[in-house]
Structure formats: C-alpha cells, structure tokens
Nanobody
Framework: QAQLVESGGGLVPPGGSLTLSCAAHGILFGIYTLGWYRQAPGKQRERVATITSSYTTYYADSVKGRFTISRDNTKEMLYLEMNDLKQEDTADYYC?????????????WGQGTRVTVSS
C-alpha cells in the first residue's frame, strides 16, 4: 500500500539544524511534485517548500535562505534540511505528494514528524 513516512524530527535549540526525511512506498515518486508542509499548534497547515519533478523549488518567505528541499528519485526519498531554526519553526511537519487523482484508501500525506525549537 502506498504511503509516506517522515522521520528526523526532534528537539533542537534556536539556531540549530535538523534534516527531515520522507520515504515513499508504492508511489510513482519521480513524476510528482513533492512538498513539505507544517502545522503549528492552533494554526492552519502551511506550505513550507516544494520541489517539482524537474527540480524546480519553492520556499515560503519565512524559510528562504534557511531551509533546503531536495529529492532522490532513485531512493524515493524527500528531504528538508533546516538550518538556523527559530522558535516559530516549531510545528508538525508533513510530507506531501501532489497527486490529483488519489487511489482509494490512499492519501497524499505522511503522518507527520514533530519539530520543537526551544532552549
């Protein structure tokens, strides 16, 4: 069954770094735009970064220059390198695959990994 599995979250002090990973299983990984979204407590989910099948990237203004999204199609992996983390980066981070047609029983979202930035 197709799924996305995130890992790499944790507790980090302000100014620290983390790299999130997302493993894709059962998805035609290479043809889709992939992305990272986040949801902070009490807030709506927001787009953080995306990368197309041709490696064009997008970053939210709040993370430009600090975060880097990348993908490895051969390993079916998506990454988010996060540097100079700030308390406002604290959130649950979700991997997303931009499929317009989602097979029954599947989802375009991973289960999330929590990032906490705190001293």
């Amino acid at each position: 069954q197709a799924q996305l599995v995130e890992s790499g979250g944790g507790l980090v002090p302000p100014g620290g770094s983390l790299t999130l990973s997302c493993a894709a299983h059962g998805i035609l990984f290479g043809i889709y735009t992939l992305g990272w979204y986040r949801q902070a407590p009490g807030k709506q989910r927001e787009r953080v970064a995306t990368i197309t099948s041709s490696y064009t990237t997008y970053y939210a203004d709040s993370v430009k220059g600090r975060f880097t999204i990348s993908r490895d199609n051969t390993k079916e992996m998506l990454y988010l390198e996060m540097n100079d983390l700030k308390q406002e980066d604290t959130a649950d981070y979700y991997c997303h695959v931009d499929r317009q047609v989602v097979p029954a029983g599947q989802t375009n979202w991973g289960q999330g990994t929590r990032v906490t930035v705190s001293s």
